[in-house]
Nanobody
Framework: VQLVESGGGLVQPGGSLRLSCVAS????????MSWYRQTSETEREPEWV??????????EYASTVDGRITISRDNDKNTVYLQIDSLKSEDTAVYYC????????????????????WGQGTQVTVSS
């Protein structure tokens, strides 16, 4: 299994980014996917941001997400996306995509332990 994120970078406040995560090594369309972010190297675990079911029909977002973030997927491309609009300095973080451990499993809150594979992360820095 391999998850490769891209799309991060340095963005001014108010800008937008679309992060991508290309998956391989498993049947992508059979598993829910999630995005996490880690804002500080001192944090124990990345913060859950959003999840999406295997067919993309249902999405869930962390309560801390204020409507500026959208998760989506394209199963033909084995890719999950995270659109972040109206970027703020507090969005600065390393963003990771993660594969849900169990085929067909989804919940309105997926814990860190519900995931078994993680990408290497892509850095998003919001600064003027």
């Amino acid at each position: 299994v391999q998850l490769v994120e891209s799309g991060g970078g340095l963005v001014q406040p108010g800008g937008s980014l679309r992060l991508s995560c290309v998956a391989s090594g498993f049947t992508f369309s059979s598993f829910a996917m999630s995005w996490y972010r880690q804002t500080s190297e001192t944090e124990r675990e990345p913060e859950w941001v959003a999840s999406i079911t295997e067919n993309g029909g249902t999405t869930e977002y962390a309560s801390t997400v204020d409507g500026r973030i959208t998760i989506s997927r394209d199963n033909d491309k084995n890719t999950v996306y995270l659109q972040i609009d109206s970027l703020k300095s507090e969005d600065t973080a390393v963003y990771y995509c993660a594969k849900v451990r169990r085929r067909g499993f989804f919940s309105n809150y997926l814990s860190h332990d519900d995931h078994d594979y993680w990408g290497q992360g892509t850095q998003v820095t919001v600064s003027s």
